[in-house]
């Protein structure tokens, strides 16, 4: 018995050899090697216990998965916290800097944006070919070091400049990012993933309003503090210092976040041209150009909300820097979270059930369903309608963020999705961080003259950008169908 047991462990070692290494048929490999021919219960019994491992392998894989996504995320809302505290520190900022509405809103939205764009396609690029994590980890050092420098600015000028760098090290996470998700999930559950992975925006977005709220009205009770090295800083400065030096500590995160091996038969270490990379956006410019601007001009209605909510509440309503924090950052950390939850799962659902342009339909819902609900919020006609309609308008605002760059990895092979998610991020951010804002805070202060008319600029802003948004996506559900195709032709040609 022991003798047949080793020549039964035997044959079943030299089957999966044969197979492994491709000599062909097993039975005539076994027949050479003059050996028994394995029992049917022992290749039974061979194929359970291997399908039985490939299932634990794929479920670790997936739990390992998650977790990237979670480090992911947690980055990602560190990102949004030292993005957004600008938003609650309107006041303070102009008082000191001595500046009004429109440099103010260049300071939240333009200035970050126009380097968090413009290197966002190189460093996209870098995702494509070197160590996404390491690019990643340089560019959340570089970041938070600005942000945490943004404590020291005496003028607008230093301030504006250490903007940039902000934007320049954020330009470095999503694309890298984005690439790395795709690559650890299959499609059925893209959108979700990356629903998740971008829940980092309202959690970071949440907690810079909530926490900067409750800062702000304990470090006001003094107008100057007196720290060590630093001498008297005003209350701003010290939420800078807070928020930006813990981004540095926790960078080491980054380490246990591996590169994927196996990236369904696609090289991604090998360089592709840039001119290739954009031969093959110009051969889906339609797609390209409806899907960017349309989601571009639901972000710059995101965006436009987040940068002058806190100044609605207080302008109108006139609510303390502390309790707008409070109320609104919950909103937006609970409301936030589960209205891009919400949208990649409905997504991912409709794509199950068929219709393969499901991101950008959804992407059509919303911009149809958030205008009245902007309208309805910013013209209320008192604080406790308006918080009534911030909670469909903060998980509206939200939805929009997970299913848009999941169409664009869907629709690009995996040796470009990089460069493709930063071209994503240059006309999204562009468009959204780079004009929202700032129309808000031009039309209060050029046309309307008068700080008070804050809910009409954003009534304006908001109710256009939501009813182009719809136009253009809708166009967009038919070309984004061929280029789904387009991208099918293209692996098959470039698997072997």
């Given at each position: ?146 942000t945490a420098s943004c404590g020291l600015a005496q003028t607008f000028e230093t301030m ?309 948004a719809a136009v253009l996506l809708y166009g967009a559900l038919k070309p984004f169908v061929a280029s789904l ?12």
């Amino acid at each position: 018995m022991p003798h047949r047991r080793f020549r039964a462990s035997v044959c079943r070692i030299i089957v999966l050899t044969a197979r492994t290494a491709g000599t062909g048929d097993p039975i005539n490999h076994l027949k050479q090697t003059k050996l028994q021919k394995v029992p049917a219960t022992t290749s039974t019994e061979a194929t359970t216990a291997a399908a039985q491992t490939t299932a634990d392998s794929t479920a670790h894989s997936l739990r390992y998965a998650w977790y990237v996504v979670g480090v992911l995320t947690l980055l990602y809302a560190f990102s949004f916290i030292d993005r957004q505290i600008f938003s609650l520190m309107v006041g303070p900022l102009r008082r000191d800097l001595r500046i009004g509405d429109a440099k103010m809103s260049l300071l939240i939205g333009f200035s970050f944006a126009l380097f968090y764009t413009f290197f966002g396609i190189p460093l996209g690029r870098l995702a494509d070919i070197y160590s996404r994590r390491l690019i990643i980890a340089a560019g959340l050092v570089l970041w938070s070091g600005f942000t945490a420098s943004c404590g020291l600015a005496q003028t607008f000028e230093t301030m504006l400049l250490l903007r940039m760098g902000v934007g320049v090290g954020e330009a470095a996470l999503s694309p890298a990012a984005y690439s790395l998700i795709t690559d650890y999930f299959p499609r059925e559950r893209l959108a979700t993933a990356l629903s998740v992975y971008s829940m980092g925006i309202y959690v970071g977005s949440g907690m810079a309003y909530l926490l900067g709220g409750l800062v702000v009205a304990y470090a006001s009770t003094q107008a100057r503090w007196t720290i060590p090295l630093l001498g008297a800083v005003h209350p701003w400065q010290i939420i800078f210092l807070l928020v930006g030096l813990p981004g540095i500590a926790v960078a080491p995160l980054l380490f246990t976040v591996n590169e994927p091996v196996v990236l369904r038969g696609d090289s991604r270490g090998s360089t592709v041209p840039m001119k290739q990379v954009f031969s093959y956006i110009f051969d889906n410019r339609r797609t390209f150009l409806l899907h960017n601007i349309g989601f571009g001009l639901l972000a710059l209605s995101s965006y436009a909300s987040a940068a002058w909510m806190p100044e609605f509440y207080r302008r109108h309503f006139h609510w303390t820097i502390g309790t707008t924090g409070v109320i609104y950052g919950s909103c937006v950390a609970v409301l936030g979270c589960i209205g891009i939850v919400s949208a990649g799962r409905f997504a991912d659902y409709l794509r199950k059930r068929g219709r393969g342009n499901a991101t950008l339909f959804v992407g059509v819902l919303i911009g149809l369903v958030w205008l009245p609900v902007n309208c309805l919020l910013y013209l209320a006609p008192s604080a406790t309608w308006a918080t009534i309609w911030l909670v469909p308008g903060c998980a509206l605002a939200a939805a929009p963020f997970g299913i848009a760059p999941a169409a664009i990895q869907q629709m690009m092979p995996a040796t470009m999705r990089g460069q493709a998610s930063a071209v994503y991020l240059f006309s999204i951010n562009l468009i959204g961080l780079g004009i929202g804002p700032t129309a808000v805070g031009a039309l209060t202060q050029y046309a309307f003259r008068s700080d008070a008319a804050v809910q009409y600029s954003l009534v304006i802003v908001t109710s256009v950008a939501c009813a182009l948004a719809a136009v253009l996506l809708y166009g967009a559900l038919k070309p984004f169908v061929a280029s789904l195709e387009r991208v099918r032709v293209w692996n098959a040609a470039h698997s072997g």
